[in-house]
């Protein structure tokens, strides 16, 4: 077996688990998320509760999304937290966040995403956005930056475009391999991601949008004039304002959404 026993709970490699360990680093997150007593909070991941017990001492109730049955059996049976939490076992990739917020009641979500899920699992929350406040999660450096990533730079791309279409993007702190057990091989980073109520753009078609951004970042050095002939010609993107040398990561989040309109008309 290649999982390694971690606190008495072996790892488990196809859940991703890399467990928090760092007093200090825990802290941080903890102030950064600033949860109050009567936020509607969850977490996905509790895992061994690192996060789980600081964040449990600030508030009144506290629900859990918790895919591993001995860890989700094992936070029901901790002291302090037993009265204090709701988990819920499922999977969060599955998990209908309308079934448990509304716009009106939206909810705050915070977790150590496992890196093999978290850019489905992003997208997935992202289409429930209307009925979450606020996400805190920790998640490879490499993501942080693509989430974050202004048009013109390498790491900006598909991520980037639908996350700044869906939320406000601000990293919090870099954590290193050695606050986790086992460690990772990569850095990781925290990052909080904001709904937006009012988006910088629309489109009439969400699914279209989708579309014009897997067609151009396919082939991203290609120029548009190449990447995007099959949705469009020419005249078309001239007429939309885009130069027909540009390439998928020097068009803007509003230069997508214009094209995901001109897709569905």
């Known amino acids: 077996m290649n999982d390694k026993v971690t606190f008495g709970h072996v790892a488990r490699k196809r859940f991703?688990?890399?467990?928090?360990?760092?007093?200090?680093?825990?802290?941080?997150?903890?102030?950064?998320?600033?949860?109050?007593?009567?936020?509607?909070?969850?977490?996905?991941?509790?895992?061994?509760?690192?996060?789980?017990?600081?964040?449990?001492?600030?508030?009144?109730?506290?629900?859990?999304?918790?895919?591993?049955?001995?860890l989700a059996e094992r936070l029901r049976h901790t002291p302090f937290l037993s009265d204090r939490l709701n988990i819920i076992e499922t999977d969060a990739l599955k998990f209908d966040f309308r079934s448990l917020a509304t716009p009106e009641n939206p909810v705050r979500v915070f977790g150590n995403l496992p890196y093999n899920i978290s850019t489905p699992l992003l997208i997935h929350l992202f289409s429930q956005s209307e009925v979450i406040r606020d996400m805190h999660f920790m998640l490879q450096k490499e993501v942080v930056e693509r989430l974050a990533a202004a048009p013109n730079s390498k790491d900006y791309g598909r991520l980037s475009v639908i996350t700044q279409f869906y939320c406000r993007v601000i990293p919090i702190m870099e954590v290193r391999p050695t606050a986790f057990r086992p460690a990772p091989k990569v850095t990781s980073a925290v990052v909080r991601l904001v709904p937006y109520r009012e988006r910088p753009c629309n489109v009439r078609s969400i699914a279209a949008l989708e579309k014009v951004l897997a067609v151009a970042f396919n082939q991203?050095?290609?120029?548009?004039?190449?990447?995007?002939?099959?949705?469009?010609?020419?005249?078309?993107?001239?007429?939309?304002?885009?130069?027909?040398?540009?390439?998928?990561?020097?068009?803007?989040?509003?230069?997508?959404?214009?094209?995901?309109?001109l897709l569905e008309e």
């Not at 002939?229 to 939309?240: G, I, K, N, R, V």
């Open 16 to 70: 991703g688990q890399n467990f928090l360990q760092d007093a200090t680093v825990i802290n941080n997150i903890v102030n950064a998320i600033n949860p109050q007593k009567d936020d509607f909070i969850l977490e996905i991941g509790p895992g061994l509760g690192a996060l789980t017990e600081p964040v449990a001492e600030r508030v009144t109730r506290l629900n859990c999304i918790e895919l591993d049955r001995d």
């Open 220 to 261: 991203r050095r290609k120029t548009v004039h190449n990447s995007l002939a099959p949705l469009f010609d020419d005249t078309q993107l001239e007429a939309s304002g885009i130069s027909l040398t540009s390439r998928a990561e020097n068009l803007s989040l509003r230069d997508y959404c214009t094209l995901a309109d």
